[in-house]
């Protein structure tokens, strides 16, 4: 008997099973796919207070959300890090005065202790305005901070499993049942069709944009229409500016989106707002999403963006919490937890949130889940730390280089990208290899069998996409046939050892 089974791996289950794991629950999560294949790998991936929910007096969630960007930094400095975004005032919009209000209270209502103040720029002669049209003069450069989405999400699942946890993707829930004062629900294994009953005493529906269908399909009521489906999406394109800073753009239909350096080679367009009414698993860019991104860029870029710059696009589904606003774009980023306790064992229902609000909306959810259950233990991640995120947010640079003393065969770069991923961490990875030989099968880019191992032994890598698009992003750097080389040699070690992915266990 667990305390608690949570459906889905996004940031909200796997943030609410390590808060719940910490405080000495028994924890059963089970994720359909892999970690943060749903909405958590394709968000905008800032920890931001959210400057546009100003405008629609969403000063609470813009508060909250504002206090988490300096602790979630110290928490994983190695996925997290400031950004500095440069906002043009653009004439006929936003007036100066209205952005400057705005950004006082972004400055001052929440937590600010590290991360620079608002400054005025004159885009004339800083160097920001290089890439941007003639005419643009005038801009507001603020802080926000940039977080590995997918990564955060993996990193918390990690964390909780450390704590006892019971981690399994490709496992989902397919029906969940009261009996008594506790919960029966069946599991099923995607991979082998295996079907397992699992009991736990509460129930938590973390299925992000699922979560009516999980309502209505997996634990059987027809009366779920709370979210609101609202699709996102992205364009990656080569990089088109040199400045280190983001930029911060407005549209003249009222909307906002963002170019933020990526990667070192590429720039990260986005997003769009659709209402979205299929299915979440089939959310991909549309050809009127690439038009509006490409002609909104090219309002401020002095190069064009074409169709032709885009190397990678990706599409999420924001699972809203339905407030009844008209347009996509205002509909409520706020969250909302319902425990319902009809006969016997509670359920709880998590709609909304944001990837920045994760950490409070699982101390909210477990305030909640311990009224029903019983408590075990305190809050205590707001102090904490992610695998990996045991050093100083000043400490980055000097972990590389450290990391290259200790093995001279590194490149910086390949150094760097290791620090960037898995922290302190990296040195598990690496043991004690003394040559890039010592690393293994070469893949393409900097990716060795080393890497693949350990991301198949400690974070439920099964296949090449979870590697080249969730744990990194050399999707971007590999081609098809070393793609294709990968997922072969992830298919032979899977079937060569039947320790679970992610059991820490060494499959090779
Ligand atoms: P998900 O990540 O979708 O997780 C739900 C999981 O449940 C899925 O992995 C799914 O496979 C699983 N599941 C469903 N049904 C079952 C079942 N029956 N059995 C087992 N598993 C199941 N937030 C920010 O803070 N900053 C941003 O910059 C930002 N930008 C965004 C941009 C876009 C375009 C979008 C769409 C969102 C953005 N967000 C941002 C919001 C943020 O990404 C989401 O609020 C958050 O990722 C939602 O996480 P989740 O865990 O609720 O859902």
Redesign the pocket.
Known sequence: MHDIFI???????CGIARDAAGRGHSVFL????D??????S???????GGLRYLEHYEFRLVRE?LMERERLWHSAPHIIWPLRLILPHHKGLRPAWLLRLGLFLYDHIGGRILLPTTRSIDLRSDPAGRALKPGFERAFEFSDCWVD?ARL?VLNARDAADKGAEIRTR????AARREGDHWVVEIEDLTTGAREEIHARMLIN?????ID??LGQ?IGRNDAHNVRL?????IVIRRKFEDPRSFFFQNSDGRIFFAIPYEDDFTLI??TDEDFPGD?ANAAISDSEIDYLCASASEYFAEPVRRDDIVWTY?????LFDDGADAAQEAT?DYVLKVEKKSGAPLMN?F??????YRRLAEAALEKIEKQIGAKGKPWTAKSVLPGGDFGVDEVEARIEALCTQFPFLARAHARRLIRLYGTRARTLLGDARSARDLGRHFGADLYAAEVDYLMRLEWAQDAQDILWRRTKLGLRLDAKQAAALDAYVSEVMAASDAPAGSGKDRV
């Open positions: 459906i889905g791996g996004g940031i909200n289950g089970a994720e359909m796919n970690l943060a294949n749903g909405t958590s394709g968000s905008t991936k800032l920890i931001h959300a989405d999400v496992t989902k829930a397919v973390a299925a992000g944009p699922w269908r999980v997996t609202v699709k996102g999406s992205h986005g997003t979440p599409a999420g589904v924001r699972p980023r998590i909304g949130g944001k990837i920045t609000t």
